[in-house]
C-alpha cells in the first residue's frame, strides 16, 4: 500500500487508513513479531502524510496491540499475548482462551526421576518416581513457554509409554487414569533466564520470563500432579472469571 492508495475524498479519517496501510505493510511482507516497521519519516515518505498522521496511526496500532515502540530503537511488530486463566486446574494449552488453536507442544525431553529436594518438598515421601516431560509450547509466531511437567509413577502406571508430541497429558489423567482434580495451588513470580531457557525460547538474559508453579492436588488432598511453566513475559497475559457471592 503506498500513496496511490490513499483516497483523501474517502469518509474514512485519514489516520485510519495509514492504519490500514500498515497493516497490509506488515502482511505482505510476511513480517512476524519482533520485525522491525519503516520508521516515522519512511512511513510519511511511502504515505505522503504528515508525521502528525503517522504518530496518530502508530499510537493506535500500538494500544491495539498489534505494533509496539521501543524507545531508541523503532518501531516492531508486536506477538500476540495468550490469555492464561489464573483459576484454571487445567494444564497450560488447555487453560488458554479459546485462541489456542494454533498451539502446538514438542517434547524436549522425557524421563524417569527419582525424588530430589524440590519434589520431596510436593509430593508425599512415599512417592519416590516420577516422569518428567519437558515440553516447548509454540504456536505461528515462535516459543512463548517451556513447560516442566512431573507425574508421580504411583498414581499413573504405565504413563511413561502413552506420552508423546499428540498426547494431552490431562486428558489422558482424565480418561484413562480417571484421577479427579480436587484443589490447585499456584506461585507466580519473575525470574530471570538461564541460558538454556534462553536458548529454548529464543530470548536473551535481558528478556522477562514468568514462571508459575502449579500443584495439583486430587482426593484427601494427595498431589498427583507438579509442573513449572516458564514463559516469555510479554506473550502471555493473566486473568481472573469467577462468580461473586456476598
Not at 520485525?35 to 496511526?57: G, Q
Not at 523503532?74 to 488453536?101: I, P
Not at 505461528?140 to 499428540?166: C, K, R
Not at 525460547?201 to 514468568?210: A, D, F, P, R, Y
Amino acid at each position: 500500500m503506498n500513496r496511490d492508495s490513499i483516497n483523501l475524498d474517502s469518509p474514512i479519517l485519514l489516520y485510519e487508513q495509514i492504519k490500514a496501510g500498515i497493516k497490509e505493510l506488515i502482511k505482505t511482507n510476511n513480517l512476524k513479531a519482533g520485525d522491525k516497521i519503516p520508521n516515522e519519516s519512511e512511513l510519511c515518505e511511502r504515505f505522503d502524510v504528515s508525521r502528525i498522521t503517522i504518530r496518530r496511526a502508530i499510537k493506535e496500532l500500538g494500544e491495539e496491540g498489534i505494533i509496539e515502540v521501543i524507545r531508541g530503537k523503532g518501531t516492531f511488530v508486536r506477538a500476540s499475548k495468550k490469555d492464561l486463566h489464573l483459576l484454571n486446574l487445567k494444564g497450560f494449552t488447555e487453560g488458554l482462551s479459546t485462541e489456542e488453536n494454533n498451539i502446538e507442544k514438542e517434547i524436549l525431553q522425557k524421563q524417569i526421576i527419582s525424588s530430589d529436594t524440590e519434589l520431596s518438598k510436593v509430593f508425599s515421601p512415599e512417592q519416590t518416581e516420577f516422569v518428567e516431560l519437558v515440553r516447548l509450547v509454540k504456536d505461528a509466531e515462535g516459543p512463548f513457554s517451556v513447560d516442566y511437567a512431573y507425574l508421580p509413577l504411583d498414581v499413573y502406571p504405565g504413563i511413561y509409554e502413552l506420552l508423546d508430541d499428540s498426547v494431552s497429558t490431562f486428558k489422558l489423567i482424565r480418561e484413562k487414569f480417571k484421577v479427579p482434580f480436587t484443589k490447585v495451588k499456584k506461585e507466580i513470580e519473575y525470574v530471570h533466564p538461564t541460558t538454556e531457557l534462553c536458548e529454548r525460547l529464543g530470548i536473551n538474559k535481558t528478556s522477562t520470563v514468568i514462571l508459575v508453579k502449579k500443584i495439583i492436588f486430587g482426593p484427601n488432598e494427595m498431589p498427583v500432579h507438579y509442573s513449572k511453566y516458564y514463559m516469555v513475559g510479554d506473550r502471555v497475559k493473566f486473568y481472573i472469571e469467577a462468580d461473586y457471592t456476598e
